[in-house]
């Protein structure tokens, strides 16, 4: 009887070792940051100690572990109690965020600074967009989405990301950074931004809840494969440098779709309620918490994924980097 004997390549360590084709860097991972507006903050999701608020005055202390980590970079997003209907928080000088990209770069111009850019963190009624009645005002959404990216690159965001899903805000961002001479700031948009309940965990410590209704109209139905591609081409045309997909479990087969088709670079967004999963069926004894993380990780590049925005990325260090030992 003759047949494949494809068990022989597995039989020692050393020899999956050699013939591993997917292998996890620590540099690939990107860790999202809460920046609050307050003093002396430094705070955890109860059971979720990788989803972190901090105030810019404790900063450091994240940011020493993120240096130990060795790890590609951080996103920002902010924690703000300034909100009014237009969102104005967001483009002051001394905005949070701004101070944060600020005392990051004082800290250590290597780590690189992802810069969230939204509306829903600091509007009153936590929408990504401008309201026209209850209908969001798209054209002039990405106006104010051009001047709070703006503000971040002037601050010293190494790359700009908008996740508000509004048409055309790449190309308004674009061509407002050009303009006051930051052409060489990349722009990465999450481009397939998919409608989940699997941000439950960061729209709590963002407070960023919708006070009415949902965000439908702009975040897209996860039923549409082709949808989702069509809203990278467009991005790619309008001047994206690279792309972000979320969340990513449940998108792995766009970020396969999107790899074979586009030629960027992709990140996926390893999202709240993914990390939650994750930690409670660990902390009540249903999963190896080490390992499944790492495997899911591996899952997300494999399937296509450049880099990868995770709250796991410090705790996924450690075990890459031999600073614990992974099973």
């Known amino acids: 009887m003759e047949f494949k004997r494809l068990r022989r390549l597995r039989q020692t360590k050393a020899l999956r070792d050699l013939f591993c084709e997917t292998r996890l860097n620590s540099k690939e991972f990107i860790y999202p940051l809460f920046i609050d507006d307050g003093k002396n903050v430094y705070e955890t999701l109860e059971g979720l100690n990788g989803i972190i608020k901090v105030s810019v005055d404790r900063l450091q202390e994240v940011l020493i572990e993120v240096k130990k980590a060795d790890i590609g970079g951080v996103i920002l997003f902010g924690v703000i109690s300034q909100k009014d209907e237009m969102g104005s928080y967001a483009t002051r000088d001394d905005g949070a965020v701004q101070l944060a990209i600020k005392r990051i770069k004082e800290y250590s111009d290597d780590i690189l600074v992802f810069a969230d850019v939204c ?109 989702a591609l069509r809203e990278i081409e467009a991005d790619i045309s309008e001047g994206a440098d690279a792309v972000i997909i979320k969340p990513a479990l449940t998108s792995l087969d766009i970020i396969f779709a999107a790899k074979e088709k586009f030629n960027v670079p992709i990140i996926a967004y390893n999202v709240s309620g993914e990390y939650a999963m994750v930690k409670s069926a660990g902390k009540l004894g249903f999963l190896n918490e080490k390992e499944i993380m790492i495997e899911i990780l591996t899952a997300i590049k494999r399937a296509g994924a450049d880099a990868i925005i995770t709250y796991h990325a410090l705790e996924a260090a450690k075990i890459l980097n031999g600073k614990e030992p992974q099973r």
């Open 119 to 227: 509306l829903c963190e600091y509007t009153s009624h936590g929408h990504c967009g401008i309201l026209k009645g209850d209908k969001i005002d798209n054209d002039k959404t990405i106006e104010v989405l051009s001047e709070i990216a703006l503000s971040y690159a002037k601050a010293g965001a190494d790359v700009i990301c908008p996740s508000d899903m509004m048409d055309g805000r790449v190309a308004a961002i674009r061509e407002k950074l050009d303009s006051h001479g930051f052409v060489y700031t990349p722009i990465i948009p999450y481009s397939a931004k998919f409608a989940s309940s699997l941000y439950a965990p960061f729209r709590e410590v963002a407070n960023s809840r919708p006070a009415f209704g949902d965000r439908k109209s702009y975040q897209m139905p996860y039923q549409n494969k082709r949808e």
